[in-house]
């Protein structure tokens, strides 16, 4: 299935949810841009708050969180933003919540590492970036995700890359979107009504952190324990049971390996 075929059957889809927040609602395929969450951000600001999925054949300066960057070429990686107006009763745990979603869509055999982050083998296969930006009394987010389709470069990552072929020899970045993009709208809108809570046991099966050592980038030592009814990180350290909130904050097993974080 080519982009122009995988949009048209993505929007009839949506149509079909019949919901009003979704008026307006758009997917836009661009050849290439500098990053579909920079370009949403950049609507958003200029009061353009339509609905919208946004996806990038290539992106030339895209965004990973901490400031990373995250470069795409065509065909390597499926690269899109979703951006919608959204007022969740709370905003802890999107970021999870998302993860599960996308997760789900693709392969049992991928699992999730708090905050953002999609593994398989102890190599990263996506990875999620979400912002947000106030629009009067309300917040409009954007959502961003990089799944690497085709295999990377490992050169200069501090968690080797992997990519989804590896699990699935004939999914294209087309593909992909099919399979993620109905379902994450679905759950996006979930969240907004019902919280973290519905996804807590799903992201509780994917959890590559539970049970294992940990090392985190603020000094913080331990062992994962899964994470609490908010989303947080929670770590059993030698002190008790510590509660990680920030996505600031680097976590990696120490088993994987420590530098860099």
């Given at each position: 299935m080519s982009f122009a075929g995988c949009a048209e059957t993505i929007w009839q889809a949506v149509?079909?949810?019949?919901?009003?927040?979704?008026?307006?609602?758009?997917?836009?395929?661009l050849p290439e841009i500098d990053s579909t969450n920079s370009e949403l951000m950049r609507r958003a600001r200029?009061?353009?708050?339509?609905?919208?999925?946004?996806?990038?054949?290539?992106?030339?300066?895209?965004?990973?969180?901490?400031?990373?960057?995250?470069?795409?070429?065509?065909?390597?990686?499926?690269?899109?933003?979703?951006?919608?107006?959204?007022?969740p009763g709370s905003w802890d745990g999107l970021s999870l919540?998302?993860?599960?979603?996308?997760?789900?869509?693709?392969?049992?055999d991928i699992g999730l590492k708090w905050p953002n982050d999609l593994w398989v083998n102890e190599h990263k296969l996506a990875g999620i970036l979400i912002e947000t930006t106030s629009v009067g009394t309300q917040r409009y987010a954007v959502i961003g995700i990089g799944i690497n389709i085709a295999p990377q470069d490992a050169q200069g990552f501090a968690t080797p890359p992997t990519c989804l072929q590896a699990l699935l020899p004939q999914c294209g970045a087309a593909q992909a979107?099919?399979?993620?993009?109905?379902?994450?709208?679905?759950?996006?809108?979930?969240?907004?009504?019902?919280?973290?809570?519905?996804?807590?046991?799903?992201?509780?099966?994917?959890?590559?952190?539970?049970?294992?050592?940990?090392?985190?980038?603020?000094?913080?030592?331990?062992?994962?324990?899964?994470?609490?009814?908010?989303?947080?990180?929670?770590?059993?350290?030698?002190?008790?049971?510590?509660?990680?909130?920030?996505?600031?904050?680097?976590?990696?097993?120490?088993?994987?390996?420590?530098s860099p974080l």
């Amino acid at each position: 299935m080519s982009f122009a075929g995988c949009a048209e059957t993505i929007w009839q889809a949506v149509m079909a949810l019949q919901q009003p927040s979704l008026a307006g609602f758009s997917v836009e395929i661009l050849p290439e841009i500098d990053s579909t969450n920079s370009e949403l951000m950049r609507r958003a600001r200029a009061a353009r708050t339509e609905p919208t999925l946004l996806v990038a054949q290539q992106q030339t300066a895209g965004k990973g969180r901490l400031g990373r960057a995250w470069a795409s070429a065509p065909g390597d990686s499926l690269t899109f933003s979703l951006g919608l107006l959204l007022q969740p009763g709370s905003w802890d745990g999107l970021s999870l919540a998302v993860g599960t979603s996308v997760a789900g869509s693709l392969h049992a055999d991928i699992g999730l590492k708090w905050p953002n982050d999609l593994w398989v083998n102890e190599h990263k296969l996506a990875g999620i970036l979400i912002e947000t930006t106030s629009v009067g009394t309300q917040r409009y987010a954007v959502i961003g995700i990089g799944i690497n389709i085709a295999p990377q470069d490992a050169q200069g990552f501090a968690t080797p890359p992997t990519c989804l072929q590896a699990l699935l020899p004939q999914c294209g970045a087309a593909q992909a979107l099919e399979r993620v993009a109905l379902p994450l709208l679905r759950d996006v809108l979930q969240f907004e009504r019902e919280g973290f809570a519905p996804f807590a046991s799903r992201f509780a099966a994917r959890d590559v952190l539970q049970g294992r050592a940990l090392q985190l980038s603020d000094g913080l030592q331990g062992v994962g324990s899964g994470v609490d009814a908010q989303g947080a990180l929670l770590v059993q350290t030698a002190g008790g049971l510590q509660r990680v909130g920030s996505s600031e904050v680097s976590v990696r097993p120490v088993t994987y390996g420590l530098s860099p974080l």
